[in-house]
């Protein structure tokens, strides 16, 4: 069965450019949560969306990253004028409805490398 | 500072060894997950644990989530090759259980 994508899978840009990465759960889950991860490192929690709630954006490193969630499917999450810090992988994660003991089902991630 | 301590950081060991992965915290968490991820991968999930002093297994693999559900341990027997990857345990506090909150990790590394 489809599990959950991401694309692109690598992205290289220059320092100052504005990044776009995206994501698409399963199908009929309501719940999308984005991660941050450097080499070799743990997870680190961006932001949440759960169905038409307002998302938990406490993680976002900084006002350059946003993201958003249309029609309660498909994520985009958007660096703007990325800096070489910003190089990690991003990895996107959905689950059926957000409850506390459910599985998170993870994507492959995006290689995000800012020269 | 990671809400979720993991130690080791790194594990090798020879096929055949057990090993232990612990996961500390000074907060209580409504329930803990442990993942695995391998290279190139997103984490996939092992195990939920929710009740304080609960063990579940997973054929070579034990977890046990601590009494005051503040700590977790990953016990692997007689480790194999396939066993290598990176293990993480993430958590969700009672007050946020929408956000899970990861350790680290612990990178296990089994030759031969």
């Known amino acids: 069965g489809a599990g959950v994508s991401q694309s692109p899978s690598n992205k290289v840009t220059e320092k100052g450019k504005d990044v776009e990465l995206r994501c698409d759960p399963i199908?009929?889950?309501?719940?999308l949560y984005w991660y941050r991860q450097s080499l070799g490192q743990g997870l680190e929690f961006l932001i949440y969306?759960?169905?038409?709630?307002?998302?938990?954006k406490s993680g976002l490193p900084s006002d350059r990253f946003s993201a958003e969630r249309t029609g309660g499917s498909v994520s985009t999450l958007t660096i703007q004028r990325t800096q070489q810090e910003d190089s990690a992988v991003y990895l996107c994660a959905s689950s059926p409805g957000g409850g506390r003991v459910e599985t998170q089902y993870f994507g492959p991630g995006t290689r995000l490398l800012v020269l | 500072t990671q809400l979720l301590e993991q130690s080791p950081q790194f594990l090798s060991i020879q096929e055949g060894e057990n090993l232990t992965v612990y996961c500390n915290s000074s907060?209580?968490?409504?329930?803990l997950q442990w993942y695995r991820q391998e290279p190139g991968e997103g984490p996939v999930l092992l195990v939920t644990?929710?009740?304080?002093?609960e063990v579940k297994k997973l054929k070579r693999l034990t977890f046990q989530f601590g009494d005051a559900r503040k700590d977790s341990s990953l016990h692997i027997t007689a480790a194999q090759p396939g066993d290598t990857g990176l293990y993480l345990c993430a958590g969700r506090t009672t007050d946020s259980w929408g956000k899970l909150q990861f350790g680290a990790g612990t990178q296990v590394v089994v030759t031969p």
């Open positions: 199908s009929g889950h309501t719940a």
């Open positions: 907060s209580v968490f409504s329930s």
């Open positions: 969306f759960q169905g038409n709630s307002a998302p938990d």
């Open positions: 644990v929710v009740t304080g002093g």
